[in-house]
């Protein structure tokens, strides 16, 4: 299993992991829990796959992706805030109503069984390789470092590692991140200071539907040069999951996004490998080992991890 190579694989799974980690991140550090990742980068993967393959534009479906996102995020929104109502079901409805949705939609407008048609060239995004990439690689460990980890990657790979550095600067070092954090804590103390507890609510849940829709995008535009029903196999519980154990921090979040994408890299590189000699392990009992990862972390964090103290509870204006 060549490290190389792991690593590189590793980063190009991450990326829809990180994408939906911080957009989750926005969402949580405002009081909402959302548990509707999963819907929304369904829903940016089918819009994204869709409108590039209309338009014949990987760019178009981009922009299709990030509103089919930030759109479903308001409707979200409007539920959560405005009728206060329970911030689970309302994700999981997001869920279940995204998967039926893009399947009927990819039915009735392609007649490909639930899928979009297959994306041709400049209906995708392509690997942008580093300058002097295949001079640098013949150096060694350095070389191909550079040119097949670092280099290799798309747009939306670069765009989803300085999403990390920009989410982290917005939660910590802006008057925006500081009132958003207020709000999942104090939401109180914010509406007394003269400030929106449901405006920065809105604006979370929207830039959350809108990094999803990023997500969903790498994953039709870039991954998979197509929609496919459910896509998106859970990452974005996945997400959520590496939210928490992230402990609400960008940082410590990227890391475990890394830490399951490697999971899935590793996994994809077993199939089909003989173990202890000649005996080879069932592909359903491989292909698990990203999603039992994340039970195990899950389940040794039960107890310990604090979100943000108002979390889950809708805000009404007045009360204390």
């Known amino acids: 299993m060549d490290p190389i190579q792991l690593a590189a694989s590793t980063l190009r799974l991450a990326v829809p992991l990180i994408f939906a980690t911080m957009a989750g991140l926005y969402a949580e550090r405002s009081g909402l829990v959302d548990i509707g990742l999963e819907g929304k980068m369904l829903s940016g993967a089918f819009a994204g796959a869709a409108v590039a393959s209309l338009s014949g534009s990987a760019w178009v479906g981009l922009i299709a992706a990030i509103l089919a996102g930030g ?26 109503i995204a998967s039926g ?3 009927f939609l990819g039915i009735a407008w392609f007649q490909r069984g639930g899928q979009t048609p297959q994306l041709i060239e400049g209906q995708r995004f392509e690997a942008i390789h580093l300058p002097l990439s295949a001079e640098i690689a013949q150096v060694p460990v350095v070389g191909p470092l550079y040119a097949t980890v670092i280099g290799g990657q798309t747009i939306l790979g670069y765009a989803a590692i300085a999403s990390i550095a920009i989410t982290w600067l917005v939660i910590y070092r ?11 804590d104090k939401p109180e ?22 990094l999803c829709g990023m997500a969903g995008a790498y994953l039709s535009i870039v991954q998979g040069g197509a929609f496919y029903r459910d896509m998106s196999a859970g990452q974005g519980y996945m997400a959520l999951a590496a939210l928490i154990f992230g402990g609400w921090k960008p940082g410590r979040a990227a890391l475990a996004c890394l830490l399951f994408a ?8 077993l199939q089909g490998v003989p173990i202890f000699g000649q005996f080879e392990v069932p592909t359903q009992v491989v292909q698990a080992i990203p999603y039992l990862l994340t039970l195990i972390l899950l389940a040794g964090l039960v107890g310990r991890s604090h979100g943000p103290a108002a979390a889950g509870r809708p805000y009404v204006r007045g009360q204390r």
């Open 189 to 210: 103390a914010v509406e007394s200071a003269g400030v929106s507890v449901f405006r920065l609510r809105y604006c979370a849940i929207f830039v959350c539907g809108c």
């Open 262 to 269: 490697g999971a899935d890299a590793v996994q994809g590189r």
């Open 71 to 96: 759109i479903v995020g308001l409707a979200q929104g409007v539920a959560s805030i405005a009728f206060r109502g329970n911030q689970l079901v309302i994700g999981l409805a997001i869920n279940i």
């Open 101 to 103: 949705l893009t399947a």
């Open 174 to 184: 802006t008057r925006f991140g500081l009132r958003l954090v207020a709000a999942g």
